[in-house]
């Protein structure tokens, strides 16, 4: 069977897309996103997302990391969505409502030339204590935990934006904390649905440096949803004001932590890159 497909990134963090608002025909997608996320003999990209028609929502998300496994949210690709269904005209508006694995979530889009360039979205209500995270921690907040890796003692916070997050903050960032030690981490038995792991510098009061070892996909361009993580943890540890700029290797991501309602918000473009058939 070939299918229309349209390859697109936040920052990045790049995804391959399939317009499932008329017909869902991919009956496996665990299987297609293993398939077709490989970087050398198929299309590539760290997963693949579905976009279909929800009766509460203007459209829905599911997604699929490159191992397969499906997550619950991804802030680079909510953009990339939004993005798609407003230049497709099935949501021609400027707000647009978008169910995920973590509930309907609200975009303000940024519209140029009659096209959607970027979104802010509002990404709900970080989860801080560590059960509903979840992470094998009975405390609220999880914060500055010990965690033993490779013979070594690491301390970090945890924080839930819809999936898992477990932040490191270090002096300088470095291959091996990503490469080495974010894999070890993302399957420590103290993570019971595996974990993302972000390693971040604070650089200022509204700066932030960090890297991501995302569950299921490696180390990625960027993580919308780690990046909302990194933010609120230095807000929670008082590294940073409530509002900062957040530097990942694809690009920059503005993150809010709004106190009075306890949302967070992210802000940042979504760009296609090239449109396809593909045989699945």
């Not at 609200?106 to 509002?122: H, P, Y």
């Not at 890796?149 to 970090?156: H, M, Q, Y």
């Not at 993302?186 to 019971?192: H, K, Q």
Request: net charge negative.
């Amino acid at each position: 069977m070939n299918l229309n497909f349209t390859k697109m990134h936040g920052l990045g963090n790049d995804y391959i897309y399939f317009d499932c608002m008329q017909e869902n025909l991919i009956l496996d997608p665990s299987s297609v996103a293993q398939k077709l996320s490989d970087r050398h003999f198929s299309i590539g990209g760290d997963g693949i997302v579905l976009i279909l028609p929800h009766e509460n929502a203007d459209c829905q998300m599911r997604m699929f990391n490159a191992d397969g496994s499906e997550a619950e949210m991804c802030g680079n690709a909510i953009r990339c969505v939004g993005k798609f269904v407003y230049d497709k005209g099935y949501c021609p508006k400027d707000t647009i409502q978008i169910m995920t694995g973590n509930g309907i979530l609200s975009l303000a889009m940024t519209i140029e030339n009659g096209i959607a360039v970027a979104a802010r979205v509002d990404m709900g209500e970080p989860i801080l204590n560590g059960p509903d995270i979840p992470i094998a921690v009975n405390t609220n907040p999880v914060q500055s935990h010990t965690i033993e890796v490779a013979g070594e003692s690491f301390s970090f916070t945890g924080v839930s934006m819809g999936n898992p997050h477990a932040v490191f903050f270090v002096d300088e960032i470095t291959d091996r904390q990503v490469l080495e030690l974010g894999p070890q981490i993302e399957v420590n038995t103290l993570f019971p649905n595996r974990i993302n792991v972000e390693f971040a510098t604070v650089k200022s009061a509204s700066t932030i440096d960090m890297r991501v070892w995302e569950r299921g996909s490696g180390e990625t361009m960027a993580c919308g949803t780690g990046a909302c993580a990194v933010g609120v943890a230095a807000m929670l540890n008082n590294l940073t004001d409530d509002k900062v700029v957040v530097h990942l290797l694809g690009g920059d991501l503005i993150i809010e932590w709004e106190k009075e309602t306890n949302h967070v918000f992210m802000t940042g473009p979504a760009s296609y890159a090239f449109t396809g058939t593909v045989e699945i």
